[in-house]
């Protein structure tokens, strides 16, 4: 056996005695399996799986993603995660200190039982998470750790190849720049340093929970929940057990009586002494020693049960095998209670062991008796004590101090985020109002597209309230530190408080709110599957509210902000590692505008998507992005939410894609299931055979889950004629249904490769037009019309003639009179209240275009003024077969012709009498036009 082929069987040894039932590690192992696709889709050369002491652990972006562990699983999503899902997965800790790299990101412990189920309910979350984690990679990635045995195990066991990662080129390290100086230079002479505040101590553990039984020893408000998983309580009690240090903690002792929590609990108190660092450690031992409960973040109660096998001195979570182990003290707190001694304990475990046959002779007697002194012992285990208190050499600390203490002491090592500082300090100066964001982030989530936690929902505020958007800054700015000098002003902190507040009361009015949501479904987000950033909706929030606040009219401002929400979804604008740099400058561009410059504020956010999504991005760009196998890719997505906007419907089906999305109650099977339109199978038949040729999203469609199961793995040119014969689809029904999902009529026997390429195509223009019909793109030339308007493409490629013929005509007519200056008075004799529009149009012309080039820029309805203008007219009316009724007819055609041609534009089906009217009227100017040459 090869060295590789003796370590993959020391992997499998390793994890089936992680996970000793069969079809639960299999269950395990598939939901890591799509873990690692998933991870290897988002990008190949930043993700390892390592092997770890209970089983395997997979890292993306150097974050841990999927952990396989003695009967559990630890996967990271990003939250919150529903009430539901918690129930259904048994979810035992949610976990969110870990990845406040990573805004809103939580890491979930469940049994190894629900690993299949988590596959289902978690995709999405987890797959945010990777894209999240991914985004953030600056640097090269190491693959010193990563086993490739262990992918391959994996492999063997889930039944299909599974990729490996690839080595990375060097990557410059761009990390945004999410900091600023604290102070600028200063050349003013200043003494800062004072003498320390504190002095040092020891107390046993036996002392503090004494002082806490005494509510001598409790909570500030700035302290956090208890947050802590059951297996992180083991791991301190093991520490302390073989003697190791555990941290330091820190104490503040006060003057005057602080409100306060205590340990465990809700309740308020009063007291001189608070914890400021070691909360989850006095926590954990107080619920352990005292048998007590432990108040979660989300308020519910729960108890600690933590095992203890006197024969080798292991602490373990307690679970059924446990506890049904004659070997273990099923609850370690049982030798702290005052129910039996530690003798009695002794004695009871040594006889049930001999009662079961068990051989316990002298050793193991020994071992018992001195493991359980030394476990017993832990009351008495010393912490290192900071005490910040008032000092022979230093004045008492006061609350400002406290907090920039907790805030540094916590800001080691990256445990807490920005956001998290500036409730931090809300906690201190403003404790109401912490509490109301922290509400009504709950409150906002209920029954919305997406759900919204505190820290977000301060995102939001802080821009609205101070049109910034990197924590880091938004921290110091409301401390009330002065950017020359340094120093703290208690009247700006104040101010700066009150203006949070007031932004505060906007962002979380009810009526706005559900206004808001209902502008991110009319872009089509009509349910969390279909939003690629979370960053993308709440930031718009923010827009929102600010546009409301300059006092947009409400439907320019719904109009608006749908526009904007698809653009900054379809172009990842707050998808990468510098998103809050990009969300400062945004806001930045509307900074300063008051009541009355509501057409500035559309004009600023218009042209912040203008400068991404141009008219390369829609014919090169976008349709780049979509060669791609992710399903949550941004374009891929946004793709999908331009379906649920243009009414599609789903594939061999009467329903319409936005039911499917945002079903009526909750089912075991999604109503909508992505489709490989070429089947896998059938393409593996014909030597293709790479997953990500296969998986190209150019080969997917939302089909109903009932006609997915029943379309099988036949060859399209089989499935699509039964299909249709079985559905009664008449070649009208089919072509409407494959334009609706960008499908080139005859696909089903195209090439592969050809069809890819050519749906993709089809699939950005359709995005186009859902932009095009949320407002986007408003001074653009036209575009062909959308393929799936039954009968308006014959009428449009006469408009598109007859716009043509015109358009020429203006320019002769012009260049002839006029010469040189043939553009500048076309530019003169655009009426003045359509001449601001025109230049707007003109900013996308290319730099040395032909001058009369502006021609193109006009609208069709511009066009036969500037040939009725005196100084032309003769010429014009010549040209146009020199009839006495030449500009009555003209006039009359284009007053036809127009209103057709802006709602085919506009994806709007139109009536068959007005199609042949415009048609007729299209054939009238061109006869004119031919009459005159």
């Not at 553990?205 to 409790?218: E, F, H, N, P, Y």
């Not at 002769?812 to 009426?831: G, H, L």
Request: aromatic share 6%; hydrophobic share 40%.
């Amino acid at each position: 056996m090869s060295t590789s082929d003796q370590l993959q069987q020391r992997i499998r040894e390793k994890v089936e005695r992680a996970i000793p039932n069969e079809e639960e590690r299999c269950g395990a192992l598939a939901l890591l399996a799509c873990a690692i696709e998933n991870a290897d889709d988002e990008r190949n050369d930043a993700w390892e799986l390592r092997q770890t002491p209970q089983g395997l652990a997979l890292f993306v972006g150097r974050r841990l993603g999927c952990r396989l562990m003695r009967g559990k699983v630890e996967m990271s999503v990003m939250g919150p995660v529903t009430e539901e899902t918690r129930a259904i997965l048994g979810i035992e800790n949610e976990e969110s200190d870990a990845w406040k790299a990573i805004p809103g990101g939580v890491s979930l412990s469940f049994h190894v039982e629900k690993a299949l189920q988590a596959r289902e309910l978690l995709q999405d979350s987890f797959e945010k998470f990777v894209d999240e984690a991914m985004a953030r990679v600056r640097r090269k990635v190491s693959l010193e750790y990563h086993v490739p045995e262990a992918v391959a195990y994996v492999s063997s066991v889930v039944g299909r190849d599974l990729p490996q990662p690839s080595e990375s080129e060097d990557m410059a390290d761009e990390d945004d720049i999410d900091s600023e100086d604290e102070t600028a230079a200063s050349r003013e002479p200043k003494v800062r340093g004072r003498a320390p505040m504190f002095d040092h101590a020891q107390l046993s553990i036996g002392t503090l929970i004494s002082d806490i039984d005494r509510k001598k020893l409790a909570l500030p408000d700035l302290q956090r929940p208890f947050v802590w998983e059951d297996t992180k309580v083991r791991d301190l009690l093991d520490s302390i057990f073989v003697g190791f240090p555990v941290g330091t903690i820190v104490l503040w002792h006060t003057s005057d009586v602080k409100e306060a929590r205590p340990i465990g609990g809700p309740d308020a108190l009063k007291t001189t002494t608070l914890i400021i660092d070691g909360q989850q450690r006095l926590t954990s031992l107080y619920a352990v020693m005292r048998g007590a409960e432990v108040t979660e973040k989300d308020g519910t109660k729960r108890r600690i049960t933590i095992a203890f096998r006197p024969r080798d001195g292991r602490f373990e979570v307690a679970d059924a095998a446990i506890r049904n182990d004659p070997e273990f003290l099923p609850n370690v707190s049982e030798l702290w209670s005052q129910n039996r001694t530690k003798g009695q304990t002794r004695k009871e475990l040594l006889a049930s062991l001999r009662e079961k046959g068990r051989l316990v002779d002298e050793a193991y007697e020994n071992a018992v008796e001195e493991n359980l002194d030394r476990a017993h012992a832990i009351s008495e285990y010393n912490f290192p004590v900071v005490n910040i208190q008032k000092t022979n050499r230093a004045m008492e600390a006061n609350e400002e101090d406290v907090a920039e203490i907790f805030v540094r002491i916590n800001n080691q090592g990256k445990r807490l985020g920005h956001a998290d500082f500036v409730l931090t300090l809300l906690s201190v100066f403003h404790g109401p109002l912490r509490d109301q964001v922290e509400q009504r982030s709950t409150e906002m989530s209920l029954d919305a597209v997406i759900a919204i936690d505190a820290q977000q929902l301060l995102r939001a505020t802080c821009a609205v309230g101070f049109h910034r958007a990197r924590m880091s800054a938004i921290y110091r700015f409301l401390r009330g530190i002065d950017p020359t000098t340094g120093d703290t002003s208690v009247t700006a902190r104040q101010e700066r408080l009150e203006r949070l507040e007031r932004a505060a009361a906007e962002c979380i009015d009810s009526t706005t709110w559900r206004d808001y949501m209902l502008r991110v479904m009319h872009a089509g987000a009509v349910s969390p599957a279909l939003v690629a950033s979370n960053n993308a909706i709440v930031n718009a929030y923010a827009f929102y509210v600010l546009g409301k606040r300059i006092g947009v009219p409400k439907h320019r401002l719904d109009e608006l902000i749908s526009r904007w929400v698809f653009g900054t979804l379809l172009s990842a604008r707050y998808s990468t590692g510098s998103s809050e740099s990009v969300f400062e400058r945004d806001l930045t561009r509307v900074e300063g505008l008051h009541e009355d410059r509501a057409d500035d504020f559309v004009t600023a956010l218009d042209d912040a998507l203008g400068e991404r999504i141009t008219g390369d991005y829609w014919a090169n760009g976008l349709v780049g992005a979509l060669e791609t196998q992710r399903g949550k890719a941004p374009s891929a997505l946004a793709f999908r939410a331009a379906q649920i906007i243009l009414g599609a419907r789903a594939l061999f089906s009467d329903q319409t894609l936005r039911n499917l999305f945002a079903p009526p109650g909750k089912a075991k099977r999604a109503a909508s299931e992505a489709h490989h339109l070429f089947p896998k199978a059938w393409l593996i038949a014909r030597g293709i055979k790479e997953r990500r040729q296969i998986n190209q999203v150019a080969n997917l469609a939302d089909v109903g889950w009932y006609e997915n199961g029943t379309i099988g793995a036949k060859n399209p040119a089989e499935y699509v004629p039964r299909l249709r014969d079985q559905l009664r689809l008449d070649d009208d029904r089919w072509g409407r249904a494959c334009a609706e999902h960008a499908l080139p009529l005859g696909w089903e026997t195209m090439d592969y490769d050809t069809f890819l390429a050519e749906r993709r195509q089809r699939m950005a223009e359709l995005t186009r037009v859902a932009f095009r019909q949320l407002g986007g793109e408003g001074h653009a030339p036209p575009i062909p019309p959308p393929w799936f308007l039954p009968g308006a493409e014959l009428v449009w490629q006469r408009i598109v003639e007859t716009e043509r013929s015109l358009r020429a005509l203006v320019r002769t007519i012009y260049s002839k009179r006029y010469s040189q200056n043939a553009a500048a008075k076309i530019e003169q004799f655009t009426p003045d209240t359509q001449r601001e529009t025109l230049n707007r149009a003109l900013r996308a012309r290319p730099s040395g275009a032909d001058p009369l080039s502006v021609v193109d820029y006009l609208y069709l309805a511009q066009l036969p003024p500037l040939l009725f203008n005196n100084e032309v007219w003769q010429d014009a009316r010549a040209r146009l077969g020199a009839t006495q009724d030449a500009k009555q007819r003209l006039q009359f055609a284009i007053d036809q012709i127009v209103p057709v041609r802006n709602e085919i534009a506009h994806v709007r089906e139109i009536p068959a009498d007005r199609l042949q009217k415009a048609n007729v009227a299209c054939g009238d100017v061109l006869a004119m036009l031919r009459a005159g040459t």
